[in-house]
T-cell receptor
Framework: GDSVTQMEGPVTLSEEAFLTINCTYTATGYPSLFWYVQYPGEGLQLLLK?????DKGSNKGFEATYRKETTSFHLEKGSVQVSDSAVYFC??????????FGTGTSLTVIP | EAQVTQNPRYLITVTGKKLTVTCSQN?????MSWYRQDPGLGLRQIYYSMNVEVTDKGDVPEGYKVSRKEKRNFPLILESPSPNQTSLYFC????????????FGPGTRLTVL
């Protein structure tokens, strides 16, 4: 069945460092791919999405490109801030109408 | 304001005592779903609904029931809760399907003693 595999955490970075969180997926058909973010004590918010191959989602300086050839949707940000400290989830909206999350990657950014 | 609401936000109960967690959305969304979040496991889908009177199992449906009698509401029912159902639960909705952006409620933290 469909699934998402996400880079294990936790990740600790200094402010202004480059961030990459790896995400790969397994799916039949052509799923939509998402990154959600969960700030401490809060629910999940959509960070960005891509609905077809080669689409690039972007928001708040974060980017991810839907790569069908490598079945990947890695999250990147060029310069992280303390306010980016959160848990990041890669997710897949399958053509079978189920929704799958990765296990989450906790990011801490230190000043 | 467009939103998904859940109640209660926190609940402590005992094994075997039936409970219902309510979920409501005001966006006229067709797709609604429930997830549980556990450390190291991420979020796992319990049940989802494509529309009124249409529900289907997700990855972890055992011990849960749902109903979708109205478009806006999607309650989660635990008929006989057990300690392994202690978790953080999220309700979500989207326009039509799993491929659309999911909008999440604030979560319900359930403890079963």
């Amino acid at each position: 069945g469909d699934s998402v595999t996400q880079m294990e955490g936790p990740v600790t970075l200094s402010e202004e460092a480059f961030l990459t969180i790896n995400c790969t997926y397994t799916a039949t058909g052509y799923p939509s791919l998402f990154w959600y973010v969960q700030y401490p004590g809060e629910g999940l918010q959509l960070l960005l999405k891509a609905t077809k191959a080669d689409d690039k989602g972007s928001n708040k300086g974060f980017e991810a490109t839907y790569r069908k050839e490598t079945t990947s949707f890695h999250l990147e940000k060029g310069s992280v801030q303390v306010s980016d400290s959160a848990v990041y989830f890669c997710a897949l909206g399958g053509t079978g109408n189920q929704f799958y999350f990765g296990t989450g990657t906790s990011l801490t950014v230190i000043p | 304001e467009a939103q998904v609401t859940q109640n209660p936000r926190y609940l402590i109960t005992v094994t075997g005592k039936k409970l219902t967690v309510t979920c409501s959305q005001n966006m006229n969304h067709e797709y609604m779903s429930w997830y549980r979040q556990d450390p190291g496991l991420g979020l796992r889908q319990i049940y989802y609904s494509m529309n009124v009177e249409v529900t289907d199992k997700g990855d972890v449906p055992e011990g849960y029931k749902v109903s979708r009698k109205e478009k806006r509401n999607f309650p989660l029912i635990l008929e006989s809760p057990s300690p392994n159902q202690t978790s953080l639960y999220f309700c979500a909705s989207s326009h039509r399907a799993a491929g659309d952006t999911q909008y999440f409620g604030p979560g319900t933290r359930l403890t079963v003693l």
